[in-house]
């Protein structure tokens, strides 16, 4: 997820740009560039870091021109740095682009390019894209533009200028939000619509794979094969507030809508049918791989319960013994470490300080470590062996849903490459499992879509002082999420047991109206489940259950359900996450409390 922004007029554009970025940080803020073009040369001003970086850099060397391109960066592929920054450049220097996305054949592009002589100078995915722009270029940039696009899969907002044409901006989208901004004689394009807003409430709303150019005298939306499409102009009526969270009242609420649309990118171009597993940025071998004899994920709050879903999963797929540990116990307990131990840390921020002193006990020890982070270039991703990144985008709500949601993915994907390297399932099964997992993201927004139960039960349930969680194998695990995330925001003291272990203790605290929320998903426990459930209902218990679909013998056990839509057993934390995250959520709202901040908590802990 990065920002983008473009800008053409009459008035300087490198005001505009920096301004218009600014209102995008939310969606990335590692690096941020601009390039404007001043008469018939492109120039770039670009940094790692905050825009008050580039701000600085810009004021040492201004930017002449009206028209130009910007970009606010959150790095998927090559770390924050000044080169990895946007906007790249063509060789010859006359096309400047700025990104959005991810360019899938990224690699196949590049060796094809560099076989025409061209060379590249970042790590990004997205310096194929002026590079094929201007192998295409034959005098119309648009067409160069069209053609570039017809040879990348993937998904992308891509804003283009090119110094032979130096009038025009270009820009197209697929699977990534784009829009373009109505001024009187200027016209903007950006990511989302607060960067606009203080311009013009006048938009048009883009849809997947239509082009837009933009001269001084107005802007023309074509359609892959060049007609001109109409369309009717948006006018924007929120504050610039609510639309820097897309309409939602709250980041975290933004956040659990936007969990499709991550897990989907986490899985692109890792998962696909039909073809092996490959992993960019995991170089342990196959032979490492038979060698280890034992696994430890290590991690602390959401990213420990990822890790716990991580445990049952490579159990199940690869046969291997998997212990996971709490950072802060894991760093002082001992642990017996060789170097057939790999360890897989997980932290969406790459920065907590009990991770990290984790990961460097274990390499100390002999240990092979695995990353799984949402920040490029984390402490933890420039320590460990290998890293994979989750793709959410930069999470700012402090509870973490996304994030956890696609460390659940990162946790599934690696299950399976060790599966595919050790030969622990057949072809058939990867290729059914892969299947499944690939239904994921419109299964998301299913349950996304039936959030009204979960509302209505909130309402009910707000004013309650404990509530328990139970749930047994995946459904302990997504338990123990579902009830960190209630006592981190609404601020309900909350107990999450394994089924199992109710009877040896918690049952003393079941009475009348006592609210338990029961995970039921997994085919070979339900029944285990039901009986857990009739304890707590004899005693007077107010159950809400989540199960599959056509799971009757649930729905004849207790008061009210969520139903989910039915996947392999082993992918129903993913889905039934959502409703306990919504459940925190309303819950929060009704009480009134600061769900993007809640009290004593900070979003990433880089303290003991
Ligand atoms: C809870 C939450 C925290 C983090 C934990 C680890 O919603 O966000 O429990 O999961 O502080 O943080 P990372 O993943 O950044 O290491």
Redesign the pocket.
């Known amino acids: 997820m990065c920002g983008i922004v473009g800008f053409v007029g009459k008035k300087q554009a490198s005001s505009i740009l920096v301004e218009g970025l600014s209102k995008l940080e939310y969606r990335g803020y590692d690096s941020a560039g601009v390039a404007i073009i001043d008469n018939d040369h492109i120039n770039v001003v670009k940094c790692k870091g905050r825009l008050k970086n580039l701000e600085n850099k810009l004021s040492e060397h201004p930017l002449k021109g009206i028209v130009g391109i910007g970009h606010t960066r959150w790095a998927t592929h090559g770390k924050p740095s000044d080169l990895n920054a946007h906007p790249h450049n063509s060789q010859d220097g006359t096309i400047s682009v700025v990104h959005n996305g991810i360019i899938e054949n990224y690699v196949q592009l590049r060796e094809w390019l560099t076989s025409k002589g061209y060379k590249f100078v970042s790590e990004t995915d997205t310096e194929v894209i002026p590079q094929l722009i201007e192998y295409f270029y034959k005098g119309d940039i648009v067409e160069a533009v069209m053609r570039a696009i017809s040879k990348i899969k993937g998904s992308y907002a891509v804003g283009v200028i090119c110094s032979k044409e130096p009038g025009k901006l270009v820009a197209v989208r697929k699977d990534s939000p784009l829009i373009v901004g109505l001024g009187k004689d200027e016209y903007y394009i950006a990511s989302d619509i607060p960067a606009v807003l203080n311009h013009t409430r006048d938009i048009y709303l883009l849809n997947d794979n239509e082009f837009v150019v933009i001269t001084k005298d107005g802007v023309k939306l074509l359609s892959e094969d060049k007609k001109e499409i109409k369309r009717d102009v948006y006018h924007v009526t929120w504050s610039a507030n609510a639309a820097e969270k897309g309409g939602f009242d709250h980041f975290m609420m933004k956040e659990i809508h936007e969990q499709p649309k991550a897990i989907k990118d986490t899985m692109t171009s890792r998962i696909m049918p039909g073809k092996p597993i490959t992993l960019d940025d995991i170089k342990i071998t196959k032979e490492q791989i038979k060698n280890i004899n034992k696994i430890y994920i290590v991690?602390?709050?959401?990213?420990y319960h990822a890790g716990i879903v991580g445990k049952y999963v490579i159990e199940k797929l690869v046969r291997m013994p998997v212990e996971v540990d709490i950072a802060s116990e894991f760093r002082y307990r001992n642990p017996i470490i060789d170097e057939k131990t790999l360890m897989i840390i997980?932290?969406?921020?790459?920065?907590?300080a009990d991770?990290l002193a984790a990961l460097r006990e274990a390499k100390a020890q002999g240990a092979r470590v695995i990353a799984i982070t949402n920040v490029v270039g984390s402490s933890v991703s420039r320590e460990a062996d290998d890293v994979l990144y989750t793709w959410a985008g930069p999470e700012i709500a402090?509870?973490?849903t996304k994030?956890y949601v696609t460390q659940l993915i990162a946790m599934y994907i690696i299950a399976l490459f060790f599966a595919q390297h050790k030969g622990t399932i057949s072809e058939e099964k990867m290729e059914e499992i892969k299947k499944d997992m690939l239904t994921l993201p419109i299964k998301a927004e299913e349950v996304l879509s039936n959030k009204d139960i979960i509302q209505e039960f909130a309402e009910k349930i707000y004013k309650e002082q404990d509530v328990f969680f139970l749930g047994r194998g995946l459904d302990y695990a997504v338990a123990l999420e579902g009830s960190?995330?209630l006592k981190?925001i609404s601020y309900i003291h909350s107990e999450a047991y394994a089924g199992g272990e109710l009877k040896h203790g918690p049952i003393a605290l079941i009475e009348d109206g006592t609210v338990v929320i029961v995970g039921a998903t997994q085919g070979y426990l339900v029944e285990k489940m039901i009986s857990n459930i009739k304890e707590v209902t004899t005693r007077g218990a107010n159950v809400l259950a989540f199960a599959f679909e056509g799971s009757d013998e649930v729905s004849k056990a207790v008061d009210s359900v969520m139903y989910l839509p039915k996947v392999n057993d082993i992918f129903a934390p993913v889905l039934s996450v959502i409703p306990l995250q919504l459940l925190a959520y309303y819950i929060s709202i009704k009480k009134g409390c600061d769900v993007d901040k809640p009290r004593n908590l900070a979003k990433?802990?880089t303290v003991e």
């Open positions: 991690a602390c709050g959401t990213a997980i932290s969406q921020s790459g920065e907590t991770t402090v509870a973490s994030a960190l995330k981190e990433s802990v």
